[in-house]
């Protein structure tokens, strides 16, 4: 059984929570908020047996293997470095960190202490993405060339919402942008360079984005996201020699279009309950295995999606608070 904890016990931990309960060697021991009326509420919840008003001392507990960091963007380098430091593996959650190099950091400090790290692309662990590699791989498409994708909603603007806080790291890019590159990467391999438009907002955080990503051999990645445009948050992977469509939300798919040979297959990917179970059961496996990175997404290429989106940072002019 591999003993969790949670840090930040907002929206998507309670999520993390629920698809947990589907899982049948991990559970929550533990859950860490900034206030210990929160942690209690989030612990009664859930059937979490210890609940802490401070982060420090969910890092100090001795029964916890591994901790979920669920906090704001802004704060992932900061919690998840004192974890690591107290001797925990860790699962950050997307987009990792803020930049490039607050992403080294937490890099660098887990491989130096041989910890598990991973950040939670948890897409990549879900059915429909599975077999999304499994096709390509197969070649069934030719040699995939262009991939195209978007995420974004309209959503009504809210100083006080962290997707709006550019001091919590808000905006489209980093919160949804993240789905479509690291899309790109997963089946063109990492980009050369990308070419960025943006729209900074009133509150100082991206509110559109779009992005053309040169991959190696001649292959683009063609990215939009936004939180104040709605887009179609669909995917489509152009090969030499057929096509495959991700239905929305492209980032979490239920099903895949194979078009090849003139004819087309859906393959059906659906799953029962919340889809974050994947990546909770590839962290256990890989945790009883002594594994410190997933195969499915290691550490080089959080690195490698850090950066790109560095990159299309400065062409969009996003600069967070203290930069
Ligand atoms: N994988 C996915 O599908 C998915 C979906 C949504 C979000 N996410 C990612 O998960 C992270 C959290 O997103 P969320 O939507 O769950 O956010 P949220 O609902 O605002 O929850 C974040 C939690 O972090 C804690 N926190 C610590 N410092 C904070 C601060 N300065 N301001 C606000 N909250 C702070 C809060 O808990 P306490 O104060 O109680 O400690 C809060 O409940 C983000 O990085 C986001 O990109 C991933």
């Not at 003993?3 to 859950?31: H, K, N, S, Y």
């Not at 984005?209 to 683009?220: F, N």
């Not at 279009?257 to 659906?270: H, K, L, Q």
Request: proline share 5%; charged share 25%.
């Amino acid at each position: 059984m591999i003993r969790w904890g949670v840090v930040g016990p907002g929206a998507i931990a309670t999520g993390f929570a629920e698809a947990m309960q589907l899982v049948e060697d991990g559970e929550i021991v533990a859950v860490a908020s900034r206030s210990a009326a929160r942690a209690e509420t989030f612990g009664d919840r859930f059937g979490i047996a210890t609940r802490y008003g401070d982060y420090a001392s969910l890092a100090e507990d001795p029964a916890i293997d591994v901790v979920y960091v669920a906090t704001p963007h802004s704060r992932h380098e900061e919690d998840t470095v004192a974890l690591l430091r107290a001797d925990k593996h860790v699962l950050c959650e997307k987009p990792f960190a803020l930049s490039a190099r607050q992403a080294w950091r937490m890099v660098d400090e887990a491989r130096g202490r041989g910890l598990f790290l991973m950040e939670g692309i948890w897409s990549r662990f879900l059915p429909a993405y599975r077999a999304l590699v499994d096709v390509v791989g197969s070649g069934r498409i030719g040699e995939p060339l262009l991939v195209e994708a978007d995420f974004g909603f309209r959503r009504p603007l809210d100083p006080d919402h962290r997707l709006f806080r550019a001091d919590l790291g808000g905006g489209g890019l980093l919160d949804l942008g993240i789905y479509p590159v690291q899309l790109c990467s997963l089946l063109l391999g990492r980009p050369e360079h990308a070419a960025a438009e943006g729209v900074i907002g009133e509150t100082g955080v991206d509110e559109q984005v779009a992005a053309v990503l040169r991959h190696p051999g001649g292959k683009l990645g063609v990215v939009k996201a936004a939180i104040r445009v709605g887009m179609t948050c669909t995917a489509r992977v152009s090969g030499t020699d057929g096509a495959i469509e991700i239905p929305a939300l492209m980032h979490c798919p239920d099903a895949i279009t194979v078009w090849s040979g003139g004819g087309s297959e859906v393959i059906d990917g659906s799953y029962v309950g919340n889809g974050l179970r994947f990546e909770i059961e590839e962290i256990n496996r890989c945790l009883a295995a002594g594994r410190t990175e997933s195969p499915v997404m290691p550490l080089d290429e959080t690195l490698a999606l850090a950066s790109t989106l560095d990159g299309i940072r400065a062409q969009i002019g996003l600069v967070f608070p203290g930069e």
